[in-house]
């Protein structure tokens, strides 16, 4: 039964303004109408239990988080929402740990997490209906207070002066549990609009394709959103239904609101530059679209039912200047800092901002600087004295400023930079290169003995000239540097700024190599780096820039890059240097392959490497082959097509990669030495050969199970209806593939324990494949977890040998729970070349590793992978000469 809307008391419900049958919520992959809406917040309140209980709900831009933030509003529960990580989790913890919710909800994409702490164990003021954190994510324990007249005002507010109607579609991309993120829901939702839910990028390629596929009308972004945009293609592709964007977050400087403003007026969009704090609920001015071009820099007018004074008595800057105040229905209740803290009603009639501002002449409004210990650095309010103690509790002495919304911090000592740089990034969440860090001999004091900050953001302001004024003669186009990486490791010199590693159909042969280089020039990848564009990726090399030390007692100077690279922190850092992280799958890769060639000589019996490299194998076959393609799920149907079509040629490309060089090794090994049947050169033996013992015929049983295999998947792909429903729901569906894989082992086999050469054959090992598929599919730790319960519940009894076994389940655990590995630096290059090498080697190694054994086992250890490895480079040699002659299919028709 359909809900019908109403309004018979103050619930959630009064967010939903929209037509019963009207789309609500959108994804790539469903629509859900605002009646559908209705009955799901129904169903989840009543699971969220009665009475009124404290809810923290973590969750990302998912419709799962947004029916719990709508049913614990009906519902009357106080709703914290926030990161689904929360800073890994201690952020999460903390706020748990002081306040103690009753109910701790993880909303995932398809699925939702409800820990009912049993009853409640709070006092609430009537009013109270969300909790919002003030402080980024430095984890502050102190909330915000909003009632259910605050948030819903607000809505009305913003919807008001965005003149939103049904047909506006907002495309999230702000996190939700950042005020500003909610507000977009929050309004959309008031005005009877909708929301295109994703977690993408702005400079994702798919995030357009979605975007103009689901018709969407705006974005709202942070001044770094829009930097970004300025990178990308955004000025030149035209997006038909884009209505207006909206920036907020922090300043942008005046000469981005122009250009954007005029980008606006020459392509049919507007620009709302707006101005508010988590303490306003979230909006509290807004510059007139048709002023952004002439008015660049102030901060407007007051929302409608807002108002703003000025407080000169308190600044003491120039006339007309001071302390800004604001008052409306938005103004929040007040803070929380401890359980008790939520039965307190509203306290403020007014919020003083911590700003200094100005009215102008033409009557709109400018802020003009901060009065307070906070700054805002990409969108996030940072607590200048909270990140001091943070630094403190880890052992660090230093003082924080902020100087044009940069964080700059000062430590004592230059040996004290590169630790301080690593641990501010982890504490605020900020990027490595969106901060600066600098050693200083004294921390200047006032004459009355207290911390001088203002003498602090004035020598900032100075290295921050200087460093300006350097001529950047040893810079480089961190873009374009990455685009020559991509273009020479895969072969493509039509290689763009806008492609990815599985764009430009990189594989598992390549993979390594690329993600040792990246991984040398950006620091520790993201784990869907393969799906991200150069350009993205791009915006990590600062991770990898050397950090600037400037001593209070020497002058700025222009440095060498050896000596800046050689300071703490650079690249050349003797510290840094001792240890490198390493894809988790490229040491498996490179152990197992070891493993496999010193047990066949007989130096070691450690069994198991093939069968964990076949896991590996499906591993990264879902990462590269089986990504999602740009085109969302509800792009039209000519590019749905194009999207299966690239897959299948991508996963017959994987094919053409083993079966190639596999053929040609085997059948000259037949031809010379009469030792494989056509079936083994064919890759075939399993379908025709005997299974009444091991025979050399079985030698190749790895990548027969591995080319058979991804066919198997390339005939699943092929299929419109699998394909669509695979990238629907990816980790529904490598579940469904593994049952059916486990159905087809215990069938051949006859039970849970295979008998040989079943072991080796595709019915007997194709599960293995499937198992890495899902682990690649396992991206939440409740995914994990139950990766973790199935490779317990399927490795033990396959082979009969719990050494053998043990070898398997320690590889399968590394690439369920380890996104990288530390590996020794000076190992790291050898990892990556025996990785990139290993079918090489195990093709080879059969017939190199007999002769030599008897004399010398090591010496046969040794020839193997020496010969593995120049067949793989003369190999990849002559893979890139053919394929730099090849003429390439163009974009439009892939």
């Not at 209505?243 to 007026?265: C, D, F, H, I, K």
């Not at 000169?312 to 938005?330: F, I, K, Q, R, W």
């Not at 230059?414 to 050693?439: Q, W, Y």
């Not at 799920?633 to 897959?647: E, I, M």
Request: glycine content about 10%; hydrophobic content about 45%; some cysteine.
């Amino acid at each position: 039964m359909r809900t019908t809307l109403t309004r018979t008391e103050p619930t959630a419900l009064d967010l939903l303004g929209g037509d019963p049958d009207a789309p609500a919520l959108v994804t790539p992959a469903a629509s859900v109408d605002y009646a559908e809406l209705a009955d799901r917040v129904a169903a989840r309140r009543a699971e969220l239990g009665t009475g009124r209980r404290m809810v923290f709900l973590a969750g990302s831009n998912t419709v799962e988080s947004v029916v719990t933030y709508l049913a614990a509003l009906a519902g009357g529960h106080p709703v914290l929402f926030v990161a689904p990580d929360a800073g890994g989790g201690a952020g999460l913890d903390a706020l748990v740990a002081r306040y103690e919710p009753d109910v701790v909800v993880r909303a995932g994409l398809d699925d939702v997490a409800i820990e009912d702490r049993g009853g409640s164990r709070h006092r609430f003021h009537p009013d109270l209906a969300l909790l919002a954190s003030t402080s980024g994510s430095t984890g502050s324990p102190k909330l915000v207070r909003l009632s259910r007249g605050n948030v819903l005002a607000n809505a009305r507010s913003i919807a008001e002066y965005l003149r939103l109607t049904p047909a506006d579609r907002a495309a999230t991309t702000l996190p939700l549990h950042y005020c500003y993120g909610l507000s977009v829901v929050n309004s959309h939702l008031i005005a009877g609009g909708s929301l295109l839910l994703t977690d993408r990028s702005v400079v994702e390629p798919g995030f357009w394709a979605d975007f103009d596929a689901h018709e969407a009308t705006s974005i709202a972004g942070v001044p770094y959103t829009y930097e970004l945009l300025e990178s990308t293609d955004f000025a030149r592709r035209p997006h038909p239904t884009l209505r207006y964007v909206t920036q907020a977050g922090g300043r942008l400087a005046p000469e981005r609101v122009r250009r954007l403003a005029r980008l606006g007026r020459e392509t049919g969009f507007d620009v709302f530059v707006m101005y508010g704090q988590t303490e306003a609920t979230a909006r509290m001015a807004y510059l007139p679209p048709e002023l952004a071009e002439t008015a660049a820099g102030a901060i407007g007018v007051p929302i409608p039912g807002g108002a703003f004074r000025i407080d000169e008595t308190v600044g003491g800057g120039a006339p007309g200047e001071g302390e800004l105040v604001y008052s409306g229905p938005n103004v929040m209740m007040g803070y929380a800092e401890t359980p008790d803290d939520l039965a307190r009603g509203a306290e403020l009639a007014e919020l003083r901002t911590g700003d200094l501002a100005r009215r102008r002449d033409d009557g709109l409004v400018e802020i003009t600087g901060r009065l307070n210990r906070f700054v805002k650095a990409f969108g996030l309010r940072l607590d200048l004295d909270l990140i001091e103690r943070r630094l403190a509790d880890g052992g660090l002495e230093a003082r924080a400023v902020g100087v044009d919304e940069r964080l700059a911090v000062f430590v004592r000592e230059e040996r004290s930079v590169g630790r301080a740089h690593a641990s501010v990034a982890r504490i605020t969440g900020l990027p490595p290169h969106g901060f600066d860090v600098h050693a200083i001999a004294e921390f200047p004091r006032t004459p009355n003995g207290k911390p001088d900050h203002a003498a602090l953001r004035a020598h900032a302001s100075l290295l921050q000239a200087t460093d300006a004024a350097v001529p950047a003669t040893h810079a480089t186009d961190p873009v374009a540097d990455l685009r020559d990486l991509y273009a020479e490791l895969l072969g493509r010199p039509d290689a763009t700024p806008d492609d990815s590693f599985t764009t430009l159909d990189g594989d598992s042969l390549n993979y390594v190599e690329l993600a040792l280089q990246l991984e040398a020039r950006l620091g520790a990848l993201p784990a869907d780096w393969p799906s991200r564009s150069i350009h993205d990726l791009s915006t990590l090399c600062g991770s990898r820039m050397p950090v600037r030390a400037v001593s209070r007692a020497e002058e700025p100077v222009s440095e060498s890059p050896a000596a800046v690279s050689r300071r703490p922190g650079g690249l050349l850092d003797p510290q840094r240097r001792r240890i490198a992280r390493v894809e988790t799958s490229v040491v498996l890769r490179a152990l197992a392959i070891v493993l496999i060639v010193a047990t066949h000589a007989d130096v070691v019996q450690l069994q198991g490497g093939a069968h964990l490299l076949l896991a590996v194998a499906g591993f990264n076959l879902a990462r590269f082959r089986l990504t999602p393609g740009h085109p969302g799920t509800g792009a039209a149907p000519g590019d749905l097509r194009a999207v299966r079509s690239s897959r299948v040629r991508g996963l017959l490309r994987s094919v053409r990669a083993i079966a190639v060089p596999a053929v040609l090794w085997v059948g000259g090994v037949a031809l010379v030495a009469r030792t494989y049947d056509p079936a083994t050169v064919a890759l075939s033996n399993w379908l025709v050969g005997s299974y009444d013992g091991w025979t050399d015929q079985w030698h190749l049983w790895f990548l027969e199970a591995l080319v058979w295999a991804i066919l198997a998947v390339t005939a699943i792909v092929a299929v419109p209806r699998l394909d669509a429903l695979e990238r629907r729901r990816p980790y529904a569906f490598a579940a469904v593939v593994l049952v059916a894989a486990l159905a087809l082992r215990y069938a051949v086999s006859g039970g849970p324990t295979s008998s040989s050469p079943l072991h080796y054959a595709l019915p007997g090992v194709a599960w293995l494949i499937a198992l890495g598929w899902l682990i690649a599919r396992s991206t939440t730790t409740r995914g994990r977890v139950v990766a973790s319960v199935v490779v317990l519940a399927t490795v033990p009894g396959f082979f009969g040998d719990p050494v053998r076994e043990g070898v398997v389940i320690a590889g399968l655990g590394l690439l369920v729970w380890a996104t990288s590995l530390p590996v020794p630096a000076f190992l790291a290059g050898g990892l990556g070349t025996v990785a990139s090498a290993s079918m090489f080697v195990y093709l080879t190694h059969w017939q190199v590793y007999p002769p030599i054994e008897e004399v010398s086992p090591p010496l046969a250890i040794a020839a193997s992978f020496g010969v593995g490895i120049g067949a793989w480079w003369g190999w990849d040699r002559v893979a890139g000469w053919v394929s730099a002659r090849r003429p390439r299919r163009s974009r439009s028709a892939a």
